[in-house]
């Protein structure tokens, strides 16, 4: 059965990439992410990134926002092994390893693939 989620939820998590592992040190709990999953980590950190800047620079709406954001949240829910933490703490990493103007162009490039390769439905 799949997993629902409020916009209010998709919206919190996809803004609260808050601290829980420093970057480059294990700790209990901590999770090393390779190949496909690491590959969808990047497309839900490209696309949630995307979201808050273009939704910070007004270029989209808060209802675009929120879509974006609850795409996020699925693929990371059927693509990305692992609990919600540990979900967190990868994407906090990978938002830290790129720039957004590199995240920017990843979603120019990417996006289109990231939604084929990971389907949400």
Same mark, same amino acid.
């Given at each position: 059965m799949p997993r629902r989620f409020s916009l209010t939820?998709? /919206?919190?998590? %996809? &803004?609260?990439?808050? /601290?829980?592992?420093?970057?480059?040190m294990a700790t209990a709990?901590?999770? #090393?992410?390779e190949g496909r999953e690491a590959a969808a980590l990047r497309c839900a950190n490209t696309l949630a990134l995307t979201a808050v800047a273009l939704s910070s620079a007004e &270029? #989209?709406?808060?209802?675009?926002?929120? !879509?974006? &954001?609850? !795409?996020?949240v699925r693929i990371l829910d059927r693509h990305v @092994?692992?609990?919600?933490?540990?979900? =967190? %703490?990868?994407?906090?990493?990978?938002?830290? =390893? =790129?720039?957004?103007?590199?995240? &920017?162009?990843?979603?120019?490039? #990417? /996006? @289109?693939?990231?939604l084929v390769q990971f389907p949400i439905n």
């Open positions: 939820a998709v /919206a919190v998590f %996809a &803004l609260s990439f808050g /601290a829980l592992a420093h970057p480059g709990g901590t999770r #090393i992410y &270029l #989209i709406g808060e209802g675009e926002k929120n !879509v974006m &954001l609850g !795409v996020t @092994e692992g609990s919600w933490a540990q979900k =967190r %703490a990868a994407m906090e990493v990978m938002r830290d =390893r =790129r720039s957004v103007p590199d995240t &920017l162009e990843d979603y120019r490039r #990417i /996006a @289109e693939r990231c």
